[in-house]
C-alpha cells in the first residue's frame, strides 16, 4: 500500500480570500465549488496539488495553517507572485534566500493569516 496524495482543507472566513492567494496568485485553477451551503466549498487544483477551500469562520479562527509547496523553479514562482500580488509576500521572507537546511525558499501570507512557503531543494 501507498498513499498517493495529502489533500489539505484551508479554512477561510470569506472564501475570496483564498482564491485570491491560490487562484489569482499562485495559478490553482477552481475544479468545483459549491457557494450553496452553510460552508461554501471550494476545490482548487494545479499540476498534481489539491487543496479543498472551506468557509467557515469557526474554524478560520481556530487553524491558521502553514503549507509548503515545493517547486522546481523557485525563480519562476517567486516572479509569478512578485508581479499579480507582491502585496502577499510575508514580511519575514519577502526574498527568495537560501536556508541552513538547503532550500531556496520564500514566503506568502495572505489576509487570513494563511502562510504559504514555497521552497525548492538545492
Given at each position: ?67 509548503r ?13 512578485k ?37 525548492q531543494?538545492?
Amino acid at each position: 500500500m501507498q498513499f498517493t496524495k495529502l489533500i489539505p482543507n484551508v479554512f477561510y472566513s470569506d472564501m475570496k480570500v483564498g482564491l485570491q492567494l491560490f487562484v489569482d496568485t499562485l495559478g490553482f485553477v477552481v475544479a468545483y465549488r459549491d457557494d450553496r451551503g452553510e460552508q461554501p466549498f471550494c476545490i482548487v487544483k494545479r499540476d498534481n496539488l489539491v487543496i479543498h477551500l472551506i468557509e467557515s469562520l469557526e474554524w478560520a479562527i481556530k487553524d491558521r495553517p502553514e503549507i509548503r509547496l515545493e517547486t522546481d523553479n523557485i525563480q519562476e514562482a517567486y516572479e509569478l507572485v512578485k508581479k499579480s500580488h507582491p502585496e502577499l509576500l510575508h514580511p519575514n521572507s519577502p526574498e527568495i534566500k537560501l536556508q541552513p537546511w538547503g532550500a531556496l525558499e520564500f514566503a506568502l501570507r495572505d489576509q487570513e493569516d494563511v502562510c504559504i512557503i514555497v521552497q525548492q531543494p538545492v
